[in-house]
């Protein structure tokens, strides 16, 4: 089994026999009120799938992060995983003291031991991180809501968070570590998605898989900006299209508690190494991957790959071009396999695309399998 980021699950769950000591505490604690990407956050730091983080960060990794794309002791990590003050009294703060982490749907979630109380520079940390300051990119919008103060220090988390969705497929790192085990999987490849499942990510995948044991389909439920194909919709799609298409013995369908960033090549990384504390042992990036509007190059988030050296990262990146049906070879084929020019290509534009299923009209199968498209049709019925 591939080991952790940093060698070590972490799991950031308050011991049974602390527990009641520590609900008595929260009660005396001043309160941060999570936002929803720091709740998110919150859930994946408790059960280690940011290993090797025990909490928000402190300022030393913040910068080391935002700057180098490494925490303090050396590992690999490139997007910054922060608490933001909420009132003037947490700006006030003092390193020492503990805080109770509360989230609006769930109450009292954690305990954070304060280490640290930071002033941060917004635009640095979009220009390095987001690659733009340019307030219509959805993670500079984010940032630009922030107080411009951080809290850092390890958590541990009183209670797991209440989902109300999805909660047959809520498993946490240990959990597909073990089922990967029980399986027999040595080689795991990760699809991340946080869109419907054309026919192209099908290909994408099914190539992971002409290679490796297994597959997780892992999409994000977390916070996505509001264009995008809400989460239960994709998971209804996913659903259809795993139990027509895929053998149900190799693939394995669970959610990824985060929120998108919209960071492109950093959150490429980003998301690599935290399916890698999942247990898997590649990952799939496409192209423009964790991508909004023009601000990547369509390959950036291959090309970051190259800024660290392979075992620094430890998962396997696998890199695939642009996938389309082509008529003349007959199959699916990308840039990379096909010869022939674009006319012999199915290809339509994601405008082109929800057109088309607005007006109740199925897309070609080459495109997009008929019971996928049929859940848009009728979820966007459903919205008006
Ligand atoms: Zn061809």
């Given at each position: 089994m591939i080991p952790p980021h940093g060698g070590k699950l972490v799991d950031r769950t308050a011991p049974e026999a602390e527990q009641a000591e520590l609900l008595r505490e929260v009660a005396g604690l001043p309160q941060v009120e999570l936002n929803e990407?720091?709740?998110?956050?919150?859930?994946?730091?408790?059960?280690?799938?940011?290993?090797?983080?025990?909490?928000?960060?402190?300022e030393a990794d913040y910068r080391a992060v935002v700057d180098t794309m490494h925490l303090v002791k050396g590992l690999a990590w490139s997007i910054p995983v922060a608490l933001s003050a909420k009132t003037e009294q947490h700006e006030a703060l003092k390193p020492g003291c503990r805080v109770t982490l509360v989230a609006k749907s769930n109450g009292a979630l954690a305990i954070m031991a304060v280490e640290d109380v930071y002033r941060v520079d917004h635009a640095q940390e979009a220009q390095s991180v987001l690659r733009t300051t340019d307030e219509a990119h959805p993670g500079v919008q984010y940032l630009r809501?922030?107080?411009?103060?951080?809290?850092?220090?390890?958590?541990?988390?009183?209670?797991?968070?209440?989902?109300?969705?999805?909660?047959?497929?809520?498993?946490?790192?240990?959990?597909?570590r073990v089922l990967f085990s029980a399986k027999g999987w040595e080689r795991v490849a990760a699809f991340q998605t946080r869109n419907p499942i054309h026919r192209a990510h099908e290909?994408?995948?099914?190539?992971?898989?002409?290679?490796?044991?297994?597959?997780?389909?892992?999409?994000?439920?977390?916070?996505?900006?509001?264009?995008?194909?809400?989460?239960?919709?994709?998971?209804?799609?996913?659903?259809?299209?795993?139990?027509?298409?895929?053998?149900?013995?190799?693939?394995?369908l669970s959610v990824f508690p985060a929120a998108m960033r919209y960071a492109g090549p950093r959150e490429a990384i980003f998301h690599a190494l935290l399916r890698k504390n999942y247990g898997c042992t590649h990952f799939i990036v496409g192209r423009d991957h964790a991508g909004v509007g023009s601000y990547y190059g369509t390959y950036d988030a291959h090309h970051i790959f190259a800024e660290f050296?392979?075992?620094?990262?430890?998962?396997?990146?696998?890199?695939?071009?642009?996938?389309?049906?082509?008529?003349?070879?007959?199959?699916?084929?990308?840039t990379k396999t096909c010869p022939h020019p674009r006319e012999d290509h199915v290809f339509l534009s994601g405008t082109k695309v929800r057109e088309m299923l607005a007006a109740g009209e199925l897309p070609p199968p080459e495109f997009t399998r008929p019971e996928v498209a049929q859940i848009l049709i009728e979820s966007m019925r459903k919205a008006g």
């Open positions: 990407r720091e709740a998110a956050d919150l859930e994946m730091l408790a059960c280690g799938a940011m290993s090797p983080l025990e909490g928000f960060m402190t809501s922030l107080r411009p103060t951080y809290l850092g220090g390890p958590i541990t988390l009183l209670r797991k968070p209440n989902h109300r969705d999805f909660t047959r497929y809520r498993l946490q790192p240990k959990e597909t290909y994408l995948q099914k190539c992971a898989l002409e290679l490796a044991d297994g597959l997780l389909v892992h999409p994000l439920v977390g916070e996505t900006k509001s264009d995008d194909t809400p989460a239960a919709v994709r998971m209804q799609c996913y659903e259809v299209l795993l139990e027509n298409y895929y053998p149900k013995d190799r693939v394995v050296a392979p075992e620094e990262i430890g998962i396997t990146p696998l890199f695939f071009d642009h996938a389309f049906f082509c008529r003349k070879c007959g199959s699916m084929a990308s």
